[in-house]
């Protein structure tokens, strides 16, 4: 360690302990946990991170049972829309949101459940600016976006052989949030893509309308991110099973 009369920090020799270490102390604890026959006892402390918004409107409750059904438990939450890197924050799991293609990684990526998504307007950004039968058409229009969430780029299409297609546009209103992004196209600021669950109500009032583009717009993924496959503890494990089962409960998604 490097350290002064306010500092302390790692020597570069030091972060490579520090990393190979947690790997290492991790797995003798999940060692003891096997040796001792309680496999089916979780105990130990486990750090998540979860998007601040999906946290309150789906998980809040979930996350607390989990804690309270396993008083062996001590877990730190992590809320925050903004992306995290799970290794840096030495984070054991991050529920995190994902549209498009995933960038290579030796991190471990689980997905949770797939959302359909739809691009949608108002009735006045449709009187004014027209309906667009075209992604490309999207680039020269008014649309909304987001800020650090989805890799600051929500607007990702499905072409026909399936890839995954990335399209910029021009926006105004760049929020981290399905809320903010619903009451702004509903406010009529431009054209959004946000996944249809969270917005059908809002469709079926009148108040927003779903466009028919000639790509489909690619699905939001809820997903969760380990830092990698040696660190996955069985508390991690059993945290992410209970996610899962309870937003595909939620939701009735897949």
Known sequence: ML???RHLRLTPDGRRLHERAHHLIAALEE???ELDGRDDTLSGKVTVAIPS???????SDCVAEFVAAHPGIHLDCITSMAPLDPVKREVDVSISYHRGRLADSAMVVRSLVTMESVVVAAPRVIAEHGRPS???????LPCLSTLTALEANPWHFIDDSGRPISLKVPARYRVDSSTLLIA???AGIGFAIIPRHFCQAWIDAGELVPLDL???PAPLEVIAIHPDRHGITARARAFVDLIQSRLRHETGLI
């Open 31 to 33: 060692l003891s946990h």
């Open 214 to 216: 000639d790509l489909a």
């Open 184 to 186: 702004g196209a509903r």
């Open 53 to 59: 918004e999906f946290a309150v409107r789906w998980l």
């Open 134 to 140: 075209s992604v490309r058409e999207l680039s020269a």
């Open 3 to 5: 350290r002064n009369t």
